[in-house]
């Protein structure tokens, strides 16, 4: 095995190679029919949630309508994602702000969320709606944090949620826990914190397609690390910094991109196949395969060299530059 001082030197070569496919194809993407799509994220906490939007961002496949914030400090949230679309140019896409619960997570990337300049935000529940009303039977939900904006939705208007086009989940454990490929099914994080909104979810009808625990440990690992430190771009050097401040509040040097698999799969089916299960939410957050009709589609075994097929490219060969006014100025 090579040192890992010498992977960046060829590993790069590759992926910019096929950022350089991926850009020539740009136009041609951009021209066909876009997805219409709204995230609703609780970005700030674990890095996935960043490494998921900026994969959004770097897609010309999808028409993001709007981000929603999610779950804990809501208000924050909504500012971290401000300036991240500020840094990359994209504040055209409105952002909104959840309803705020108590969270004990570490909100590990506040600095960098806080340095941001503070914007007014709609409330993510309305613009949820209002969109669904507006594009009936088109618009995905990239859902990628606790599920207390959506089961909200439903309790408001019912028949509206209802004409989703569907939703991508990140969320729930059917055969694995966190941990090794034989730890077994617990509740997962963005189930477990709201298990009441989840089980309103998979009741609704809509089409949910579902990336469990199963399917999204994929680790970031060092050899892909490097080939984004050998890159620099407003989005990349973002990442740097927010992987850095993630790193100092988890005590952990390796991201999971488990919100990144999920953003994958709403733009690439192809990513992750899809095995059709009922699903059923218990009061304490197992997500639980039983017997009836499918409810859910769910990728239930990680496919790494899909996904970083598709992922890396695009992480490595945007080159999206936004406002200099984005952050908050020093007072004297």
């Known amino acids: 095995m090579q040192p890992a001082k010498m992977l960046p030197m060829r590993l790069p070569r590759l992926l910019l190679a096929s950022a350089l496919a991926f850009a020539t194809s740009l136009g041609f993407a951009q021209r066909s029919a876009q997805i219409p799509i709204i995230i609703d ?9 960043a490494f998921a939007i900026d994969l959004a961002l770097a897609s010309p496949e999808l028409k993001i309508l709007g981000i929603s914030s999610a779950w804990g400090d809501t208000a924050l949230r909504a500012r971290m994602l401000d300036r991240m679309l500020c840094e990359t140019g994209r504040e055209d896409i409105p952002v909104h702000t959840g309803i705020p619960t108590e969270s004990n997570a570490n909100f590990s990337q506040a600095p960098w969320a806080k340095a941001g300049i503070e914007r007014p935000h709609g409330d993510a529940v309305t613009f949820l709606l209002e969109q669904i009303k507006a594009h009936p039977n088109e618009v995905t939900l990239l859902a990628l944090g606790p599920l207390t904006n959506i089961g909200a939705a439903i309790d408001r208007d019912p028949a509206t949620f209802r004409k989703l086009k569907r939703v991508v989940l990140m969320g729930g454990s059917i055969h694995r826990g966190y941990g090794g490929a034989n730890a077994p099914a617990e509740p997962e994080y963005n189930i477990d914190r709201d298990p009441k909104s989840a089980q309103k979810l998979f009741r609704s009808g809509v089409p949910i397609f579902m990336l469990p625990l199963d399917s999204t440990q994929i680790k970031f690992d060092e050899t892909r690390r490097s080939a984004l430190a050998s890159i620099s771009t407003p989005m990349t050097d973002a990442l740097q ?31 992750c196949a899809m095995t059709p299960l009922h699903v059923e939410v218990d009061d304490k957050g197992m997500t639980l395969a039983t017997q009836g009709s499918p409810n859910a589609q769910a990728c239930l075994a990680p496919q790494e060299q899909s996904f970083f097929g598709f992922f890396m490219p695009r992480l490595l060969g945007q080159h999206l530059v936004g406002s200099r006014a984005c952050l908050v100025r020093p007072t004297r």
């Open 41 to 49: 994220t609780d970005i700030g906490d674990d890095v996935d949630d």
């Open 241 to 271: 910094v927010l992987i850095a401040e993630w790193s100092r509040g988890s005590h952990a040097t390796t991201p999971t991109l488990f919100d990144a698999v999920a953003a994958a799969y709403a733009i690439e089916p192809n990513t």
